[in-house]
């Protein structure tokens, strides 16, 4: 078992920058693979970004690469996403998961922990 909690969110115009957080206790931080989705009123939830166990892997949808940047701290068990240039179309919950086994993915259905979310609000 593992819980995952979110920070960083807020209200920010179009072209700022966020960090968002989220920590993680509960099992060895190192057997997760950890991954950002997001969703917005009336969307499904989508993927975001990405990171296997040691943080050699990584992985973008396209329409955030380039702008954001995920890293994790497995000495703080924690994990970042990084988010530059942001634009309205961002606007969203953003959900820290957690996935058991070191490979990341990008359906959400694999992984096994979520966070409670923050929001992300980027006005024009």
């Known amino acids: 078992q593992v819980q995952l909690v979110e920070s960083g969110g807020g209200l920010v115009q179009a072209g700022g920058s966020l960090r968002l957080s989220c920590a993680a206790s509960?099992?060895?931080?190192?057997?997760?693979?950890m991954g950002w989705f997001r969703q917005a009123p009336g969307k499904e939830r989508e993927f975001v970004a990405a990171?296997?166990?040691?943080?050699?892997?990584?992985g973008y949808e396209d329409s955030v690469q380039g702008r954001f940047t995920i890293s994790r701290d497995n000495a703080k068990n924690t994990v970042y996403l990084q988010m530059n240039s942001l634009r309205p179309e961002d606007t969203a919950a953003y959900y820290c998961?957690?996935?058991?086994?070191?490979?990341?993915?990008?359906?959400?259905?694999?992984?096994?922990?979520w966070g409670q979310g923050t929001q992300v609000t980027v006005s024009s």
């Open positions: 509960g099992r060895t931080f190192t057997s997760y693979a």
């Open positions: 998961a957690a996935r058991s086994g070191r490979g990341w993915y990008r359906d959400a259905k694999l992984y096994n922990y």
């Open positions: 990171i296997s166990w040691s943080g050699a892997s990584i």
